[in-house]
C-alpha cells in the first residue's frame, strides 16, 4: 500500500492522505460511509471502473476511530460532453478550458462524498476539500470540481469548502408505492393512466415479454451491443468492446451481485434489456439497450425502465426508483418528479469565480425548469430559489 500522507488539521485530529488505488481502503468501512442514493460511489461499483479503466488516487481522512470521509480523483473528458468542464459551466465566466480535479467516481451522474453523519461531519468535509485543493496545487490544476450533486449535498460541501454552486443538470426518480405500478397509475389523470394500459398493451400485442434475471447471466457480448446500439442512437461514442470491458469489470468487482436485468423477449430472441442496481431500499436504472434493427413500436424502452421495474421495486421492499439525467420530459409523463443537480467548483485562484454570475446563472436555470416541468420539481428546487447560491 502506498500511502501518501497530506498535511492536516491538527486542530481536528484528522489524518489524511492519497491511496493509488482502492484496494488499499477497506470495503466495509468505505461503504459504511455511503447512502442509499449514493450507489455510484460505493466500494464495488468504483472497484469495478477500477478494474476496466484503471486505477485512479484515493483521497481519504481519518478520524480517531476510523475513515470519515473519501473519494477518488480523477481528470474529467478532454472533449465536449457531460464530463468537461465548458459544457458544465457554460453561461458561468472563469478559466474552465484549463484542468480541473474532479472529485467522485468516473463519468458518475450522481456524486455525494462518503462521509460520516453527525456533528463532526462538516469538519471532515472541509478537510476533504482543504486536501483535495492542496493535491491540486501541487500537480498543477486550476482547482476542484465535483460534479452531479444533488442541490442540498451541494450545498453543504460548498459550505464547508468555501466553494461555489453551481446548477448544471436534473435528475428523475420515483417514490415507489407497496402496490407498484398500478398504486402509482391510482394518482394519475385519467389520460396518462390509459396511454400507460395501452402501451402495455402493445408492448404484449407484438408478442413481448419480460423476464428478469441477473446481468451474471447475460452474455456480455449481447448485452453491450445492445447497450451500444442505444448509446451510439444519441451520441455516445464509445465502441462495443470498450462496453463490453464496463461489464467484465463489474463481475470482477462483484458490483453485478447488486444488479438486477430486465430482457424483453419475443419468442427466444432478446430485442432490448435495461439493467439496475439494487443498493439499500433504492434502486438505480443504469442501462438500456435494444435491438434497432428490428422495426418494433412495442414501447419495450417504457416497460422495461418505468413499468416493470415499479412492480419489480415493489416486490422486493424497494421504495425509490432513481431514473439518471436523460429523457426527462418521458419520466416526467410517467410520474416521475426532477431534481436539481449542482456541482460545486473552488478555484486555486479565489479571484477566478464570479459568484455573481453564478448566481445569475442559477437563477436563470430555475425558472427553464420551472417552465418546461411545472407541477413535476421536487422540493430542493425551493432550496435553489431561497439560495440561489449559498457562497454569497
Known sequence: MNFFPLKSDASHAFSSGVSQKLSDM?????????SDDNFYNSYRWLRALEHSLGATDVLSVHGSAGLVAACTLWEGDRSPGMFFLPDCMAGVPGPWQKGFLWLGGRRNTHNEIPCIQGRRRHQALAELGRCALEYAQQ????????????YQAAVEFADAIGGAVVLHSAQASLEVPDTG?????ASWRAHDRNQTKSE?????????RVEWGAPDELDDSVAADLITQNRSRYGGTQDRE????????????????????????????MTALAIFYRFGATLHLRYFGANYSLDLNDYRYFVLCYYEPLNYAAANGLTKLRLSTSALRAKVNRGAKIEPQALVVKCADEQQICHSEAKRHNGRMLREYQDEFPGHLS????????HPNPTN
Open 200 to 208: 402495455i398493451a402493445a408492448f404484449r400485442r407484438m408478442g413481448s
Open 242 to 269: 470498450w462496453m463490453q470491458g464496463i461489464l467484465a469489470g463489474q463481475r470482477k468487482s462483484g458490483v453485478s451481485y447488486f444488479g438486477a436485468a430486465a430482457v424483453s423477449k419475443r419468442d427466444e430472441d
Open 139 to 150: 500537480r498543477g490544476y486550476a482547482g476542484l470540481v465535483m460534479p452531479y450533486m444533488p
Open 181 to 185: 405500478l398500478s398504486g402509482l397509475m
Open 26 to 34: 477497506d470495503e466495509h468501512e468505505w461503504d459504511a460511509l455511503v
Open 379 to 386: 422540493r430542493d428546487w425551493e432550496l435553489v430559489e431561497s
